[in-house]
């Protein structure tokens, strides 16, 4: 091969590849993966990787000579490229739009230092050309083997001259080497424990799950909430190693994944396991990236990132809380799904895929209970209670609620709680103070100018705030639309629940947690840290709440507005509310005190509600199931969703009407239109974004692989004009 296609990040540009020639002195020992200098324009020497070759190149141009090799040890396989290559393949972007993605470009820039090592290379040292000193010093070498030029200097007391002399005589061989520092010991002094001993229907499911560990199709661990899912996946791990395989494990959010890496380490050992996620440092990266392709890690732990860190021998991957939105990468591009990546990553390592969830995904439960790969625990560990959810129908307690909001039943329900001691959990799914202003004489509601959805008042700031751009302004004085006074805020947030709880309850302890708090840093992990210190009687929060909280003093959780999560226009808007309800009914009475789950809705006959209410995921399952299959939604259809956006109104319309046209041409030249059905263009439900007005279509493929390779086709061949922004999502996780 004469050229070799590298990977170079430039400052302005981005990630981009380009074309170099191979030289005669490297062309024997290039590899796909190692890491390369090329000269570049007026930056001069610059890092880049090797990412493939070919004989010819296009176009007309002098092509530039590869200056040499960092380092000989390639840091990605072809198997890795071509994994990529499927994974830009199948959400329709370009390859290094995912290898930017996907590789910690900016830690080897960063990070990678080149040093000289030097190692001995010639056995005798009764050679006549060389002092009794320089004797000396070989005899160091060889006691110490391969080390660092500067430091075997200092520690054998000799000078650069003298080494060179011997690397002349062919004594030893000088070369110029990547070092790696090694800062990796998350948790130190951790003591191994041993595993758990698995009871009743945890045996059942993980011998099942055993003689499914060929199977090429996902494995789903379904387990009601506290059913001691993490104990299975902990006894299939240490299978997996001593086998001599290694682990990746998933888990949806980088607090989950750190509390997952401690428990491995306490499992399994410090030595053996490895964290990856966005927010590691990049020291840290650098080096697991080093080890993980070295195949010194046994077991990788992290959020969705990790699905592409170089795991080698992959003999188990594990996705836990699979129903979990933060799988799937929403902006920018590759908008992937780790749990898409992670099933070809296993077919790419015939390992199998274990998913796990106590309200799995619509989709992943009906795949897995066709290809019999289901396996479900239905009972707390140790046969613990569930809390039964009972719920108060607002159409009758509304009236009488505490500023229509917390009702009587609730709020005895709460006191009972605190004069117990025991803690109190209220889920009110929005944040803010107020979920939008109206102006009480025409009606108008005061919008983002940017976002066309209502903005937000904050009465901890004294600001309206868009909660899609962030966007503040201060509470108008008069209406823009009639001049009037009569503005006033409707509809009830996070910040106004625990401004009334205060007032209910002068003696509690009050604390709110969402993403307005998210935004202090660290401010969440102290204030978890003080509710499971039993520091807060009532916390007050968003979704957060739901997940991953485990304290055994919370007997009450409350959901204020239980039927909020259904009434989104999405075709997931039910899968969403029945989650997010069954997942917080789970954080009541983990320990030894019964727990309560109280449910204020306006809509008590809802059937995901009726289901949330009795844990009922089966039924829930079945009811959902058929709905999806009537309007061809997903598991019966694959959606991708266009979204055009400009700032000019018209011409966003404009070319997504065109687009429309074309596909439908298309499809109807190649007979597909009864399988591939395009819905609109339609504004999205947030017509206008961060100033961009957004027109979307959607495709129903229910073609599988074959109309989604025509669709990614079709896609590659039209052009945008620069004034529209195309973004293409397969699989999106809602469309609104
Ligand atoms: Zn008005
Ligand atoms: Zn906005």
Redesign the pocket.
Known sequence: MKYALVLVNIKGLGVKTFSYLIGDDIKDVIQIGQAVLVPFGRQGLINAFVVGFSDYISGDFKVKKINKILDETPLFSIKYLKLLEWVANYYCTDFVTVLNAALPMKLIEKNAKVELSVEPIVNNTEDSRITKRQKEILTILKERGKSSLIEFEEIAKTSRATMKKLAELGFVKIQEEYIYRNPLSIFKDTVTEPLFELQGEQITAYEGIKSKLKSQNPILLHGVTASGKTEVYFKLIKDVIDSGKNVLFLAPEIALASQLTKRLAKKFGIKDVAIWHSSISDGEKYDVWQRLYKNEIRILAGARSAVFAPLQNIGLIIIDEEHEGAYKQTNPAPRYDARVVAKRLAQFHQAPLLLGSATPDVSTYYYASNNNNLFEMHKRYNDAPFAKPQVINMQEHGKAAYRNIISKPLQTEISETLERGQQVILLMNRRGYSTYTQCKACGTVIE?P??S?PMIWHSSIKQLK?H??N?EMSFPEFCPQCGSDALSTSGVGTQKIEVLIKELFPDAQVARIDSDILMKKNAHIELLAKFQKGEIDILVGTQMIAKGLDNPNVTLVGVLSADSGFNVPDYRASERGFQLLTQVAGRAGRGDFKGKVLFQTYNPDYYAFQNAKTQNYKKFFETEIKSREEFDYPPFSQIIRLILSSENNYRAEKSAMEIALRLNTMTEKFGFSEYLETLGPTPCVIEKL?GFYRFQILIKNKLSQKGHDFITKFLNKITIPKDIRMAVDVDPLDIL
């Open positions: 983002c940017d976002c959805i868009c899609y751009c966007k961060n």
